[in-house]
């Protein structure tokens, strides 16, 4: 069903990342419900193939194109930027969702685990965001719309030592996306950028991280009644329906028995 405000990004492109599953497969599906066209892109596109397919039957009336990419290579960014240049003209909204932790400490964490981290929590983050905007600065498009899926992590520090180095990105994705607001202010655009940062959502997102204890991983969802991926779909159609002179800087979203 076509959410009020929606109407205005019907047939336009919305770029995806990390959409093979948990809240990206959600996002993907609600904004192919609304009627967009969606490049949803992960390093395996099997489930995004198989969510396309089911958008389809369902008789959905946008459309969920799948691409891969890994985004911890910046040539796999630009090329998949281009293909969608060449084939669909441009993105229209970008939503950097993809995001992974490692059970690196600060003092005697693995170098990579921290570069694996620093390299798609930050660094494709910017990448895909720069691109998205030039895409929408050479096509006059001034009502874009930058979405960065966040973490409560980006404003509190956990006391789960294996956290700490994955909250330093997410404080850095907070300080982006409040950097981009500022300079997309100064360029005169009307483009919107926004976060939205979720508390304890139950995806694959523990069990990647303390994939040698799957009872820990498992103990981290069966605690309280979490949020779901469509919680934060649900955010996201909110974000883009506002009307183009209303900018939602941040959603801070837990679930109701979550403390911390």
Sequence with gaps: MARAGMERWRDRLALVTGASGGIGAAVARALVQQGLKVVGCARTVGSIE????????????????????DLSNEEDILSMFSAVRSQHSGVDICINNAGL????????????????????????LSICTREAYQSMKERNVDDGHIININSMCGHRILQDSV????????????????????????????????????????????????????????ATYERIKCLKPEDVAEAVIYVLSCPPHVQIGDIQMRPTEQVT
């Excluded at 198989?50 to 990419?69: D, F, N």
């Excluded at 694996?116 to 494709?124: G, K, Q, S, T, Y």
């Design 101 to 124: 932790a490692r059970p690196d400490t600060l003092l005697s964490g693995s170098t990579s685990g921290w570069k694996d981290m620093f390299n798609v929590n930050v660094l494709a």
């Design 50 to 69: 198989e969510l396309a397919a089911e958008c389809k039957s369902a008789g959905y009336p946008g459309t969920l194109i799948p691409y891969r990419c």
């Design 163 to 218: 956290m700490h180095f994955y909250t330093a990105t997410k404080y850095a994705v907070t300080a982006l996306t409040e950097g981009l607001r500022h300079e997309l202010r100064e360029a005169q655009s009307h483009i919107r950028a926004t976060c939205i940062s979720p508390g304890l959502v139950e995806t694959q997102f523990a069990f990647k991280l303390h994939d040698k204890d799957p009872e820990r991983a498992a």
